[in-house]
């Protein structure tokens, strides 16, 4: 057994610096929370669901203002989230000097772990950040805060019960267990509400012959064959290059449209006013923003794409969306507008959906949720299935119902991931904004307990007895020594 890595000097000098900043700030509150119990066990005040950047920044939030949070999560402890599982870029597209998940505390910044390391001449070197150093630092924001992460936990079921508190059936080492919450984050990522998105023809085809760019896949087996994949995105290029850098005789990206993307237009919106504005402006300009930016659709990163250019086995088919394929013996035939491609793999870099009825542990809540679809009808022409799927949530980021007092409780449970974005931005799982999203949800979170439980406060308050002044502190004066009152003088009469 290898002997324990020594802490970097400069890493444990940042832990004791980040110390002293969180004492100053009196930081973690002391927890207000009064305890519950239901049916004899203990309550978590929120539970979330999902360990990754925006479950962890949830956490450190609602912990900084004295709310107790449980993260539970089904991956080893270390591997939450995609970026040291499904992520196959090289670096993330973010620029290194975004702030991420730290919620306004320089000593838990990317940047002051990287430099705590490595000094400041590296970090000014540092092209963009490493996909795998990025999850290193996120295992250290887990440990140095202490959060309570449950790892190899998986939600099997979330029921609300109507009563104050939420249901969670949890399996976990081989056995199923039961845990109450009075609320529920779920901090579920990408494909937080639903799962991939894949064209009607693929679901037809044998499994051996495709994947979705999501999938947990040893890109090895894609050794020596050829392989088609389909999209011109972030994970089409990484995918494309993680196939040729594994050996394959030859990817060929198959592109719908006629270009790629060449502008980020969510980039070019990105500043403070839409990040606090967007809640709050009407339906009308929400979908109008967020349609423009789905129509226009976000380019692949310039580096991803020169990772796959670089290979002379790369072929970038535009114009080419998939009209059919057939299967014969162990190759696909794909037909385009631009001929037929004889392939032996195709991976899917389509998308997600959001379809919270697919997920068997929503089944209990799923067909009451109000959607976009039930709040606001576009303009012709703007349809957009992604945004008509979209949660329609309240300020907690919190679940309404589609038919009110249909399901009671559904108010607990929280929607923390992607398809939050068309009712409160892109707040809730991307490193530029993640920490304004966690703490807005938190700050809901703290005002929505405390009004539950506003009489106990209020009892709370009326036996509150800890005196401040206690009665030693003056000496009382005397009665006055003046011994007879002045006399009065009348008014003299007037004359006449």
């Avoid at 996909?131 to 079921?157: A, C, F």
């Avoid at 969306?321 to 014969?328: E, G, M, Q, S, Y």
Wanted: one cysteine or more.
């Amino acid at each position: 057994m290898n002997p324990p890595t020594a802490r970097p000097p400069g890493l444990a000098a940042l832990e004791a610096r980040l110390r002293e900043d969180l004492a100053w700030l009196e930081l973690p509150a002391r927890s207000w929370v009064p305890p519950r119990t239901h049916e004899g066990r203990p309550v978590v005040s929120v539970a979330i669901i999902g360990g990754g950047m925006a479950g962890l920044a949830a956490a450190a939030s609602l912990t900084q203002l004295g709310v107790d949070a449980v993260i539970f999560d089904q991956s080893p402890r270390g591997f939450e989230g995609p970026w040291a599982t499904t992520a196959r870029m090289e670096t993330l597209r973010s620029p290194k000097q975004l702030t991420g998940p730290a919620l306004g505390l320089p000593a838990l910044t990317f940047r002051a772990w990287f430099e705590a390391q490595f000094g400041g001449k590296a970090w000014a070197a540092l092209d963009k950040i490493p996909r795998l150093q990025w999850m290193d630092y996120l295992r250290w924001y887990r440990e140095v805060l202490g959060l309570d992460v449950r790892n190899e936990h998986r939600i099997t079921s979330i029921m609300p019960l109507g009563d104050g508190v939420v249901a969670l059936s949890i399996s976990h080492a081989g056995r199923d267990e039961l845990v109450y919450a009075r609320h529920v984050v779920l901090a579920t990522g990408r494909d937080g509400l639903g799962g991939p998105s894949v064209p009607a023809f693929a679901k037809a085809l044998p499994k051996r012959f495709w994947a979705h760019s999501s999938d947990e896949m040893d890109y090895g087996t894609l050794r020596g064959k050829r392989v088609g994949v389909i999209g011109a995105g972030a994970s089409a290029m990484d995918s494309a290059a993680t196939a040729l850098e594994a050996g394959a005789a030859s990817v060929d990206l198959l592109i719908r449209r006629a270009d790629i993307p060449r502008v980020n237009k969510g980039k070019g919106a990105g500043n403070p006013g839409l990040t606090h504005g967007h809640a709050a402006l009407p339906d009308a300009w929400k979908w109008r923003i967020r349609h423009y930016i789905n129509a226009q659709q976000v380019p692949p990163p310039r580096g991803s794409t020169l990772r796959v250019s670089r290979h002379e086995n790369a072929r970038f088919n535009l114009g080419s969306p998939i009209l059919d394929v057939t299967v014969a013996g162990d190759a696909l035939y794909v037909r385009t507008p631009n001929g037929l491609f004889e392939l032996d793999f195709l991976v899917f870099a389509t998308g997600f959906s959001i379809d919270p009825v697919s997920r068997l542990e929503f089944a209990a809540f799923a067909r009451h949720i109000r959607t976009w679809s039930d709040r606001y009808t576009p303009p012709a022409g703007d349809e957009d299935r992604e945004l008509a799927d979209s949660p329609d949530l309240g300020p907690a980021f919190e679940f309404l119902e589609k038919t009110p007092g249909a399901c009671p409780g559904l108010d607990r449970i929280h929607c923390f991931c992607a398809p939050a974005t068309l009712s409160h931005g892109a707040l809730s799982g991307d490193i530029p904004a993640v920490s304004d999203g966690a703490r807005r949800l938190s700050l809901a979170l703290a005002a929505v307990l405390y009004r539950e439980d506003i009489e106990l406060h209020y009892a709370n308050l009326e036996a509150f007895e800890e005196p401040e002044v206690f009665g030693d502190e003056w000496t009382p004066a005397g009665p006055p020594t003046t011994s007879a009152a002045p006399a009065t003088h009348p008014e003299p009469e007037p004359q006449r």
